[in-house]
């Protein structure tokens, strides 16, 4: 059986993983790191790619795929622009091939994560599939018949910043207004808390601190029945079901898979309503034909899909399929 490593690399750690054709972990290997200069996170990555490939030694390695934040060339793995780690031009590719002595291959996280859901989890056999990571941010990719949706420019899925609230939204963390990632993700949902908190004096909420709120605390409020915590889940649903009934209208998927940790709500609270929600505001494209489910992988999706990655032959073997 081959095997292939898919690293994984966040704003405070990285880990590669062992991961079979059949998009099984084997093991893993994490690192903490404690700067996000590119030569020190250059060394920490290498670090787990080394003990990921010592592990294996003597068996078949496919390759080896890194999903990273941000805007990225996956023709040759430069980082042109990560908010994440403050970098810009960084040539990501060239420096871990020269560090380890193998091509890695590199795309961005959330297309990463895509390509795991949909070779090994919600989007399997799915010709048209979405994936929608709701966490500080919304990331996520498109696969349109069969293929991942990479764009001219290598610059498709990012989905987050598309405005549906452009006159009376958040600002978001990219200058614009109402973007879908201000208004849906997980710190979109403490937003809207903050926002409508003076009219909920006796919140349940209220009685923390509310620098300490986190999207699963309101949604555990919610359920225990604190008024502003349903308050502000229920318009925080209301923009999540506009930003996924567009995305309905722009690829008209099979199925729609949530991701991160807001995506991973009992589905009585969340896949169910807002399958009702989008389904209302769906008028071109088929009603109550696209499935909107959790996404199975949970937190292993980066490094499963940057090990499907390295099996498809990086992006250049994408590209060719």
Known sequence: MKYAIGVDLGGSHTMAAVVDSKGKILDKFKRDLSSLDAAYVVGEVANVIGKALKSVKGKDVAGIGLGSPGSIDERNGDIRYSPNFGWRNVPLGKMLAKRIGRQVHILNDARCATLGEADHGTGRGARDFALITLGTG????????????????????????????????????????????????????????????????????????????????????????????????????????????????????????????????????????????????????????????????????????????????????????
């Open 138 to 321: 919304i990331g996520g990719g498109f696969i349109a018949n069969g293929k991942l949706v990479i764009g001219a420019s290598m610059g498709a899925g990012e989905l987050g910043h598309h405005q549906i609230r452009p006159d009376a939204g958040f600002i978001c963390t990219c200058g614009k207004t109402g973007c879908f990632e201000a208004q849906a993700s997980g710190t979109g949902l403490i937003r809207h808390a903050l926002a409508i908190a003076p009219s909920f004096p006796r919140s349940t909420l209220l009685a923390g601190d509310s620098a300490t709120w986190g999207s699963k605390g309101i949604r555990e409020a919610m359920v225990r029945g604190d008024l502003h915590a349903t308050a502000a889940w229920n318009r925080w649903m209301s923009d999540l079901a506009i930003g996924v009934s567009n995305i309905v209208a722009f690829m008209n998927p099979e199925v729609i898979a949530l991701g991160g940790g807001a995506g991973q709500a009992d589905k009585k609270i969340l896949s169910i309503p807002l399958t009702a929600l989008v389904d209302a505001l769906t008028i071109m494209s088929p009603r109550g034909k696209t499935k909107i489910v959790s996404a199975q992988l949970g937190n292993d999706a980066g490094a499963v899909g940057a090990a499907t990655l390295a099996f498809h032959g990086g992006v250049k073997g994408l590209l060719k399929e």
